[in-house]
């Protein structure tokens, strides 16, 4: 005879376990929502650095979420960023493709860049692109890849009603891997305002 016990468990675990992922996500939401709203993690020299242990300490209070989960949370976010930032350094992107063909292959950044910080509306910044790249088209002007994600988190954080802080600039651009000359040349070409306009 089978025991039933272990089965109830498993079961219970089953029900249980899109509660904890959508809790998961939720944390992850509102720490890193309030970290690249309100404290820099980059220095002077475009360098990410860890947070100081009274920064986690008021993102907790903030969040109500413990400080230690808080902690966990910022740690592999910085790491996830370092590694993401190595690697569009790194990266060459074709470009000989047709236009359709391009914005797919930055779209499916955008989708990295949202499973690593997911503080924007994705929907929003997938149209946001394509406006972009007629923008470019018009213009006869590509910048790189890594510009280009970041002037679409730009705008798209500018639009987007339902925060009440913008993303640091120095953040958005360290988490896009964007230096600050490439990201304000491409605003100042496209003349993209600071409020996220043209």
């Known amino acids: 005879m089978a025991d039933s016990s272990n089965n109830n468990y498993t079961h219970t675990l089953n029900i249980e ?7 998961e996500f939720i944390n992850k939401y509102n720490v890193l929502n309030y970290l690249v709203r309100n404290t820099s993690f980059v220095s002077y020299n475009d360098k990410i650095v860890t ?6 300490r008021l993102i907790s209070l903030n969040t109500h979420i413990p400080i230690t989960l808080v902690a966990r949370i910022i740690r592999g976010f910085l790491i996830n960023t370092i590694l993401f930032r190595d690697h569009m350094n ?7 493709h047709k236009l359709e063909v ?10 990295r860049l949202f499973n690593l910080v997911p503080v924007f509306d994705l929907g929003r ?13 018009l213009n006869c002007y ?19 009603m339902r925060n009440s802080g913008f993303i640091i600039q120095k953040n ?3 988490i896009c891997a964007s230096s ?3 990201f304000h040349r491409a605003r100042n070409k496209l003349g993209i305002k600071n409020t996220g306009q043209l």
Not at 51 to 56: G, N, R, T, W
Not at 102 to 111: A, G, H, R, T, W
């Open 180 to 182: 600050a000359y490439a």
């Open 17 to 23: 376990a899109p509660f904890y992922i959508e809790q």
């Open 51 to 56: 947070i100081p242990h009274e920064k986690l």
């Open 142 to 160: 590509w910048p790189c890849l890594t510009t280009q994600l970041a002037l679409v988190l730009f705008v798209t954080d500018r639009n987007d």
């Open 102 to 111: 391009k914005i797919e292959k930055v779209s499916n950044y955008l989708d």
């Open 125 to 137: 910044a997938k149209k946001n692109l394509v406006i972009l790249y007629r923008l470019l088209e």
């Open 90 to 96: 790194s990266y060459a992107l074709s470009w000989g």
């Open 172 to 174: 958005l651009r360290a």
